[in-house]
């Protein structure tokens, strides 16, 4: 454990100094999440200037989802979103052999070795949001719920790298990943939204099989409502069940990588 | 750059594009099918909390065909927008070859971009027909011989209006060693100010003179309601002058873009 937290230090070294080279684009990043941010922000409020509830959610609860939303995204942008872009590229181009040849994980080398120092800073601003959405809640939230959110978000964000990597894996035997990649960023908007706005066919899907629901929406459920025993189990199932899942297509990704001629 | 050399480049570029129809495919039916019923469940549930028959002036049907206009056209004014590659072209060095062609270059990446479209009108076809056939075209919304002409019209200029949108920011790339996040800003931006994730006539009242005088209306919002038979003739064609003189005053920026680029362009790539 102490060797990996140790590489991932490295890891946060190289990734902040590369960030550095390439200051401009390192700018032009985060006003591009600003502007995504500002998009997510004005779409709802665009709404609710003309709708009281959606979902049965208020303004002041629809920003605590949107800006929970926000800050799983740039958790998902800053840690593993650079390395899941290049790693269809490393597969078929058989770069894959450099994170083989390591005497570590080679799914957590893959997974984490690019830290995206930009996203960073997009992640200070979405968390100031966050709480800006807390404070402007007309009822007192309580510490212990808070806590117990970021904790259900730190974990969105972790079942968003899951989710996306559902889709990278594949290209260890079909190549292509352009439409796998349209294909997810698609499905993720689903993350986008409060889950009980959708039939329970789809609410189904979003909680179980591709728990976007859990990014933002059962977090901010968990704010609301309270956290409950069934809940709890529900999100912990959920992600051993796609964690153990996700690993092992990765073997059997692995044992069909062919290097170069793959 | 001759009639012939562009009909080349574009057959060639949707040919390319075509030849992976699996991840056509995918894409089209999956992505159309996704973001259309994210809109219809979100609305759903906005005009049955709020009890409301009309909101921004739409009924809830009217609101949906709206949505699956402006995916579909927004599709083919944006084209494969990922494949507009001047960054990369003067990021890599590979703009050197094209500086030796006997034509333009803006007209050659025109005419790739054109190509792309036709992978998005053949989708416009097949679910816009399927879409008015099995639901039908609601009370509030007039689809006839006459709006269609013009939404081909409207499309073909926002289509240049788009690209001419674009492609100075691409070109940001002689000077910034990528440009990816301002094209992803400006896709933001497009959707947003374009009409793509709420009819403009939702915005507040407030909003409105800001939105008209920027491009962006003239994307999505202008063509998807022109289609609908919301915009008269008059709005039409003040609306296609209007970004006819857009694509003119962002051509001349482009030129001197261009032309302090390519003196800063060292053609060695990465």
Not at chain 1, 27 to 53: E, T, W
Not at chain 1, 95 to 106: E, F, G, I, Q
Not at chain 2, 10 to 22: D, E, G, H, P, V
Request: a positive charge; aromatic letters at 16%.
């Amino acid at each position: 454990m102490i060797r990996y937290l140790r590489l991932y230090l490295h890891f946060l070294r190289f990734s902040f100094s590369r960030a550095f080279e390439f200051r401009l684009d390192f700018y032009f990043r985060i006003l591009m999440d600003c502007v995504y941010y500002s998009v997510h922000l004005a779409f709802f409020a665009i709404i609710f200037a003309r709708a009281g509830v959606v979902g049965g959610w208020t303004l002041d609860q629809t920003y605590i989802f949107v800006c929970g939303f926000l800050v799983a995204d740039a958790i998902h942008m800053t840690i593993f979103a650079n390395n899941l872009w290049m790693l269809p590229v490393f597969i078929n181009r058989g770069d894959l052999d450099y994170y083989l040849l390591r005497p570590v994980s080679s799914l957590f080398f893959v997974s984490v070795r690019d830290f995206a120092a930009n996203s960073f800073v997009n992640l200070v601003i979405a968390a100031g949001l966050v709480a800006w959405a807390i404070a402007r809640y007309p009822e007192p939230l309580g510490a212990v719920r808070i806590a117990i959110f970021a904790g259900f978000i730190l974990l969105g964000a972790f079942l968003t790298y899951l989710s996306r990597m559902l889709f990278v894996i594949p290209v260890f035997w079909i190549h292509s990943s352009r439409g796998l990649e349209d294909l997810y960023y698609t499905i993720d908007n689903l993350a986008e939204r409060p889950h009980q706005i959708f039939p329970r066919w789809i609410r189904w899907a979003i909680l179980t099989a591709l728990p976007l629901a859990f990014v933002s929406s059962v977090p901010s459920h968990v704010l609301f409502e309270g956290l409950t025993i069934e809940r709890l189990a529900h999100a912990t199932a959920v992600t051993l069940g796609l964690f153990a899942f996700v690993v092992f297509a990765w073997r059997r990704g692995l044992s069909a990588y062919s290097s170069a001629s793959s | 750059m001759s009639p012939r050399l562009f009909l080349h480049v574009f057959t060639i570029q949707s040919r390319k594009l075509m030849s992976y129809r699996a991840d056509f495919w995918v894409s089209s039916v999956f992505a159309f099918l996704t973001e259309l019923a994210i809109m219809y469940f979100l609305w759903r549930a906005i005009f049955a909390e709020s009890g409301m028959d009309r909101i921004g002036g739409f009924s809830f049907e009217a609101l949906i065909l709206y949505y699956v206009a402006a995916i579909l056209l927004g599709k083919l004014i944006r084209g494969n927008d990922r494949d507009v590659t001047v960054s990369t072209d003067i990021y890599e060095g590979s703009l050197t070859r094209y500086l030796l062609y006997p034509s333009s270059y803006f007209k050659f990446k025109y005419a790739e971009h054109v190509g792309t479209m036709i992978p998005s009108a053949i989708q416009l076809v097949i679910f816009g027909v399927l879409y008015l056939s099995l639901s039908g075209a609601p009370a509030d919304v007039h689809v006839t011989p006459a709006t269609v002409g013009m939404t081909v019209i409207s499309v073909a200029v926002s289509n240049l209006l788009h690209f001419a949108l674009l492609y100075p920011i691409q070109l940001v790339a002689f000077w910034a060693d990528n440009v990816w996040s301002l094209n992803v800003m400006f896709r933001f931006a497009c959707m947003m100010l374009g009409g793509l994730l709420l009819p403009l006539s939702m915005f507040p009242e407030w909003a409105r003179p800001v939105l008209n005088v920027l491009p962006f209306r003239y994307l999505f919002d202008v063509p998807a309601m022109t289609l609908l038979g919301r915009h008269s003739v008059a709005e039409w064609m003040t609306g296609v002058a209007a970004s006819l003189l857009w694509i003119a005053a962002l051509g001349i920026a482009t030129r001197l873009i261009w032309n302090r680029g390519t003196k800063s362009y060292t053609g060695v790539g990465i």
